[in-house]
């Protein structure tokens, strides 16, 4: 087959979903105009930035573009007399700071091509339906009997993915869509393997499963045909739209916002819960349901873009689920998604933000039950439970399926290794998004923290409790030191023995008083000049009334009065009485 001879080499590695931010970090006045200097961040990364320069002119080409959308974006108006005054640049600052924050925080303008150009043109300079135009004729080379309609555009909400109005040259009255994408930064399958797997899914039968009529690939996109359907998707009907209208005018500002009646909620959501529990049990990774990949044909809901999760495609929730560490599996994530699903079926529009703090009144408690189960601030914090368990829940334990279609997918052994080896590999990178997103939340709620007025004066009251501690810690020591000088500058310094104090162990020693003294046994000591003169002669040898034992003198070191713990500590208090006049 000649399909796409000259491919890309390899997988786009950048993932479209993670979110831009923009900051206007500041403005300079030329001749006749000003131009903004616009710091872009990608993700969490403070090193994912650049900067680019915009004209109101920009901004203004930029607004008239998303028109499309119909919702009413805060543009500051146009100024012809007095537009480059400095406070009204500062001014209009302000304005187009807040008008990027409104496109970047919108879930679907933020993910649209025409954003996504304005604020990282190195990488979205490429024109995507071109190259689509260009793989597709080259398909046609070799396969003449399909024939090109007309290209939807912007039907989808992917970037890298174009569709086709395709018909049959030998029947013009049958419609089909050809979808082309490119391989995204999940696609962990090796190319043998990858291109199997993508020619397997026309095989794949299932009464809840979009048919597929043709698919082929090679080592950087992949190419599916599917039967056109006039009804349109879930959302389609959900929000009253035209299948072959651009995304943008469908969804971003539905002119009537009414759910579903309960018996549809019923019953399309059991037949999803159905069909995501036969691919969870093949061991088939899905993680991309949204109500734009379910097809309604008749009074089924089919699932569609089987494809997505070969071809490595991110998911279009995935700057939800990535908030959230305990929804790490594909498994959970379909589960997750399935809660987004049903909060539009119920209520007609998306939630505001996730976790739903609180929900709105429903057509029934059981709705708002598998509600909190999956799109709550406990649910989120805890994990999802499992789809067998949402099948069990009173919402669609009594839903009775009629069908005699027979579920068929045959996925070989070996493909099976691969498909789990691929799963890992996806939830790998979810889990490391995951904890890097996080370590931000926790270092930015700890700044923000450490920033607020409250803390600041908490770190004044304790720098000046610490600073009134330092001060009398100071005083005390410098009092010591000074006692201390003063008491050895006052003469000799203090008598260390006295004949009232207790015997020193070499005086002990020398009275045969050792043993005793060190036994705590009382002693009783009679002085008598001749053991005195014996014992103390060489420590009363110095002592000017040496001989003299009634009188004291003032100043003398056995003369002065002192206790006999201060000669020896050890020595029994009982033996103080009777051991004073030693």
Known sequence: MAFMEKPPAGKVLLDDTV????AIEASQSLQSHTEYIIRVQRGISVENSWQIVRRYSDFDLLNNSLQIAGLSLPLPPKKLIGNMDREFIA?????LQNYLNVITTNHILSNCELVKKFLDPNNYSASYTEIALQQVSMFFRSEPKWEVVEPLKDIGWRIRKKYFLMKIKNQPKERLVLSWADLGPDKYLSDKDFQYLIKLLPSCLHPYIYRVTFATANESSALLI???NEKGTLKDLIYKAKPKDPFLRKYCNPKKIQGLELQQIKTYGRQIL????FLHDKGFPYGHLHASNVMLEGDACRLLDLENSLLGLPSFYRSYFSQFRKINTLESVDVHCFGHLLYEMTYGRPPDSVPVDSFPPAPSMAVVAVLESTLSCEACKNGMPTVSRLLQMPLFSDVLLTTSEKPQFKIPTKLKEALRIAKECIEKRLIEEQKQIHQHRRLTRAQSHH?????????????????????VENNEEHSAKYSNSNNSGSGASSPLTSPSSPTPPSTAAALGLGKDVKEGKDVHVTPTSSTCASATSSSLASCEHRGAHTASAPGCEWCEPRGLT???PEFPKRNFEESRNL
Not at 19 to 22: E, G, Q, S, V
Not at 91 to 95: A, D, I, L, N
Not at 451 to 471: F, V
């Open 226 to 228: 599917r039967m056109f």
């Open 91 to 95: 001014e209009r600052q302000k304005g």
């Open 274 to 277: 159905e069909v995501l529990k």
């Open 566 to 568: 201060q000669l020896h």
């Open 19 to 22: 979110p831009l931010t923009a």
């Open 451 to 471: 920033g607020s007025e409250e803390e600041r004066k908490k770190r004044k009251i304790l720098a000046r409790k610490k600073s009134k501690r330092s001060a």
